[in-house]
């Protein structure tokens, strides 16, 4: 039921559609592409409105496709489920046996999110995650033990974020272990006690053009940023538009091995922390990817990678788990 039904907080921020291609937090959702319900009970309606008769009720977990059309009104419909605001538009779709109505974003959710073993993060502070989902249980910490980075179980305290004195789906996250650089869930394997850090060339802080040098365990890296010219679809110009991290890798016989590990579509990329962080003896690095309205921190492992990546993006600060 509502009351204890997982709310969707973050995933369907609308900025724009365009030529058949609706815009959820800046990824692309394109025609035909299966969402999931992670609501219980959710009403198919047949109008984007709270008081259009319901087709049908949607059970959690079940898929849906995208039709490509949505509530074309100037604002979206907010609705308050146990006392915190939720503002979103409705989303028409087609049910696997062909049935099409309307339903509120609040109820929709990414298929590949829609997973119990994806890796989750966040941060100590506001998060914009909604206290009705987020867990509290089999958090680890990463801290900085002056200048030694250690693993530890933490346990997280919670409280609804607000907004002008009213809640407003966000969650104000503490732990009873202090501050940590990362909290994670789900890091398998999951080391606890000390880890081997990289000998780094800045602490948090803008990672201005050019490369910047990095040393783990007696290999050397490069991290490289550069400004990109990014293709802007609704207007089909090439524009100088944000920026592009590259991590390069020297072999001891002087190869090198190189993989774009991020883009940025506004502001430069900071760094957080490298270091190994799955226990492979390999490099993996925590980057915040200055996103267009918010920061948005990236957990990047090499035990992911495939091919001929040196990482892989397994987890960033704006996006969690369902299950």
């Known amino acids: 039921m509502i009351k204890t039904a997982l709310i969707c907080t973050i995933f369907l921020f609308v900025s724009f559609g365009i030529q058949g291609k609706t815009y959820f937090d800046y990824r692309v959702i394109r025609i035909d592409e299966e969402l999931v319900v992670c609501l219980d009970r959710m009403k198919l309606r047949q109008q984007p409105d709270l008081s259009s008769p319901t087709i049908r009720l949607l059970s959690k977990g079940e898929t849906v496709y995208f039709t490509g059309n949505m509530d074309r009104k100037d604002e979206s419909t907010p609705v308050t489920i146990n006392g915190i605001h939720f503002d979103y538009r409705?989303?028409?779709?087609?049910?696997?046996?062909?049935?099409?109505?309307?339903?509120?974003?609040?109820?929709?959710?990414?298929?590949?999110?829609?997973?119990?073993?994806?890796?989750?993060?966040?941060?100590?502070?506001?998060?914009?995650?909604?206290?009705?989902?987020?867990?509290?249980?089999?958090?680890?910490?990463?801290?900085?033990?002056?200048?030694?980075?250690?693993?530890?179980?933490?346990?997280?305290?919670?409280?609804?974020?607000?907004?002008?004195?009213?809640?407003?789906?966000?969650t104000f996250v503490t732990t009873n272990l202090g501050q940590p650089v990362m909290l994670i869930r789900n890091l398998i394997p999951q080391q606890i006690g000390k880890v081997e850090t990289?000998?780094?060339?800045?602490?948090?802080?803008?990672?201005?053009p050019g490369r910047h040098k990095l040393e783990f365990l007696g290999t050397r890296y490069e991290l490289e940023e550069k400004k990109t010219y990014t293709f802007v679809e609704y207007d089909g110009v090439y524009r100088d538009y944000g920026f592009e991290l590259t991590l390069h890798k020297y072999g001891k016989n002087g190869s090198v091995t190189s993989s774009v590990v991020s883009r940025s579509i506004s502001g430069q990329h900071r760094f957080v922390w490298a270091g190994d962080i799955d226990g492979d003896g390999e490099l993996d690095l925590l980057v915040d990817r200055d996103n267009v309205a918010w920061g948005e921190i990236n957990l990047l492992l090499s035990s992911k990678a495939t091919g001929d990546d040196l990482v892989k993006n397994v987890a960033n600060t704006n996006s969690w788990s369902m299950n």
């Open 198 to 208: 990289a000998h780094q060339f800045v602490g948090k802080e803008d990672i201005v």
């Open 90 to 170: 409705f989303y028409h779709v087609r049910l696997k046996e062909g049935t099409k109505g309307w339903v509120h974003g609040s109820g929709l959710i990414y298929k590949d999110l829609y997973q119990n073993d994806r890796i989750d993060i966040l941060n100590v502070g506001d998060n914009e995650i909604s206290i009705v989902k987020l867990k509290l249980h089999n958090w680890i910490g990463l801290f900085d033990i002056d200048g030694s980075y250690e693993l530890k179980k933490v346990m997280l305290r919670s409280k609804p974020g607000t907004y002008g004195g009213e809640a407003f789906g966000t």
